[in-house]
Structures are given as structure tokens and as C-alpha cells.
């Protein structure tokens, strides 16, 4: 018998095909528009290092074995093909302790395997979504949960979103989470103001936050007063190396990074262990300052790893971390 689920995790799932380049086989540079370009020569036979291949990944995958790892109950709804690449997602997940019951087999699709370019300690993703058929699956009241965690869905799911806030509205007591991917991003607020309206946390980067709520980038507080006015409740904007900023309306914290152990070895997922955490920890009951001091530490370990999940950890492991924390290391009013 399955226990009752403290979170449900909704996005796409992905396979992650890791290929290593030797750092003499490619470079960067930043072009005349300022963006950085990965080079290698063109129609030549590249040597590469090594390659990874990790099953059942994405943004909200990721989060959902963050959950599990956190010690939540936790179910995933997401679709993949009815192939052996999707009975690996199925297993993989269901090996890490997530409720796959949710998870719809597409019969006569493929499900999505991306590539992943690894140089030094960034990487650059090939992606390409499958057209699945997005329904929102119709939950046993016993399988309602406290809260759902929204992320990364493709381009073909717009219609979707309008399901999980029809459903959302039949339970307005379970709490939302909202992460957006980059399509719901380019999709807009309009469209998807339902979501915003109904969300109790907001995770986003500072360029995300610029883009969804249209304040000024270089203002931090004018940032989260455009997204608190989009209707969440908490709204936490991450800022890479100067940490994250959060707000629940009422009083605004900053918070640093924890320090790398060790040179990072791969940055996949880290904004995801950042956003999952927080919102494991809200899930159980801490308080939003208490909250942001975990999640540093998770994204932190995951850097330390290849991939998005094999750096996660348990609540234990991050207590200890915690304890080791050097004494800068707090929340800050903002």
C-alpha cells in the first residue's frame, strides 16, 4: 500500500548523454554579441575523454529525488516512450524511492535523450523534446498531496497547464511550487497567470526574474516586488556566485553560497538542488530564513559530482555540513 504522498514533482524527463571533451580538442570565446561560443573544428574527427549516461534527469525529476532524498513522499507525473530508454527513467526513479505511478508510458514515442557537451565545468545541452500527449492524471483523493512542484515542460504542453490549474482549483489547500522552465518563460505571464497567481513559492534566476516580471535587473528589491505582484506568496531569485535573494511579502533575506570543498566538477542541476531544497524544507515545516540555509549546501554537493542527482543529500548529511559551515555563512535581512 502506498503511502500518502507529501509532494508530486510534474515536468519532462530526460535521459543525459555526458560526452567529456579534452580540453585540447575545443575552447571558448565570446563573440562580437557577447555571448560565449563553445569551438571545435568543423568536419574533423574529435577525440573525446569520456562519456556518462544518467538516467531520469530534468528539472523536475531532479527535484523529485531531491525530495526523496529529503525525506518526503514524493511522486513524479511526466511522460516517456515505450521504450527501453523509458523503462530506465521508470526504474532508475522508482530505484531512488520516487512513486512512478504518475509517470505515462507514450506508446509508439521515444522518450527524450539529450547530449551533454562537458568542458571543464560547464556544459552546453543538445535537446530535443518528444510530442507527447500531456493529460494531467485524475488522482485518487487519497493521492492528493500537500504540496506539487512545477518545472520544465516542452513546448507542447501549454494546454497542460491549463489542466493542472483546473485540478489545482479543486484543492485549493495543496500549496504550488513553480519553478518555469524556458519555455514557460517564452510562453508568458499572461498566459500562464493562473500559475503565478496560485503559486505559494517562485524559484528564478535574476535574468528569469527580469524577463517573467519585467523589473529592473540591476534592482534586486524592484525584482521581487514584480514578481510578488504577479500573486506568490515567496519569491526566492538566485544570482550565481553573489548567492540568492528571497521575500514572503514581508521581510527580504540574502543568502551566500557555501564554500566548494573542491574545485566544482560539473554545475548540472545545482540551481535545481537549490529550488528543491528550499522548498523540501518549507514542506516540512521550516521557516523561509531556516530554509535558505540548506539549500546552498545541496547545490554546493551536486557541483561536486557529474550530473544532476549524485551529489544530492540526505537531511543528515546536509546537518553536518551545516555544522562545518564557516561563521559568514547565515542569512542576512536584505
Excluded at 571545435?40 to 562519456?51: N, S
Excluded at 506539487?148 to 485540478?167: I, M
Excluded at 499572461?190 to 528569469?208: D, F, S, W
Excluded at 521581510?251 to 573542491?262: A, F, G, T, V
Amino acid at each position: 500500500m502506498s503511502r500518502k504522498l507529501d509532494i508530486i514533482s510534474i515536468g519532462d524527463v530526460v535521459i543525459d548523454d555526458f560526452i567529456d571533451l579534452e580540453k585540447d580538442q575545443a575552447w571558448t570565446y565570446t563573440d562580437e554579441q557577447g555571448t560565449d561560443v563553445l569551438a571545435m573544428p568543423f568536419g574533423a574527427k574529435i577525440p573525446f575523454a569520456g562519456r556518462d549516461v544518467i538516467n531520469a534527469v530534468g528539472n523536475a525529476s531532479n527535484a523529485a529525488v531531491a525530495f526523496t532524498r529529503l525525506g518526503l513522499e514524493t511522486g513524479f507525473a511526466s511522460n516517456v516512450g515505450d521504450d527501453q530508454y523509458g523503462r530506465d527513467i521508470i526504474s532508475t526513479l522508482h530505484e531512488q524511492g520516487v512513486d512512478t505511478r504518475f509517470v505515462k508510458v507514450n506508446r509508439q514515442k521515444r522518450s527524450n535523450y539529450h547530449f551533454v557537451l562537458r568542458y571543464e565545468s560547464e556544459r552546453t545541452i543538445l535537446i530535443k523534446h518528444e510530442e507527447y500527449d500531456y493529460r494531467w492524471p485524475q488522482l485518487q483523493d487519497k493521492d492528493v498531496p500537500t504540496w506539487v512542484y512545477f518545472s520544465s515542460v516542452s513546448e507542447h504542453a501549454l494546454e497542460y497547464h491549463d489542466d493542472v490549474c483546473d485540478w489545482l482549483d479543486q484543492y485549493p489547500d495543496v500549496k504550488l511550487a513553480l519553478q518555469p522552465g524556458t519555455f514557460q518563460i517564452e510562453a508568458g505571464v499572461e498566459r500562464l497567470k493562473r500559475l503565478y497567481q496560485r503559486a505559494e513559492v517562485l524559484v528564478l534566476n535574476r535574468e528569469e526574474a527580469a524577463m517573467v516580471g519585467g523589473g529592473n535587473h540591476e534592482d534586486v528589491h524592484d525584482l521581487i516586488d514584480k514578481l510578488h505582484a504577479l500573486g506568490p506568496r515567496i519569491v526566492v531569485v538566485t544570482d550565481g556566485p553573489d548567492g540568492a535573494y528571497a521575500s514572503d511579502g514581508v521581510k527580504s533575506y540574502k543568502m551566500p553560497l557555501y564554500p566548494d570543498p573542491d574545485e566544482p566538477v560539473d554545475r548540472t542541476g545545482a540551481g535545481d538542488a537549490f529550488a528543491s531544497t528550499i522548498v523540501a524544507q518549507l514542506a516540512k515545516g521550516n521557516t523561509l530564513d531556516g530554509a535558505l540555509q540548506w539549500a546552498p549546501i545541496n547545490s554546493m554537493s551536486v557541483c561536486q559530482k557529474v550530473g544532476a542527482q549524485a551529489g544530492l543529500l540526505t537531511e543528515n548529511k546536509l546537518e553536518e555540513w551545516l555544522k562545518k559551515a564557516p561563521s559568514w555563512y547565515h542569512v542576512s535581512d536584505f
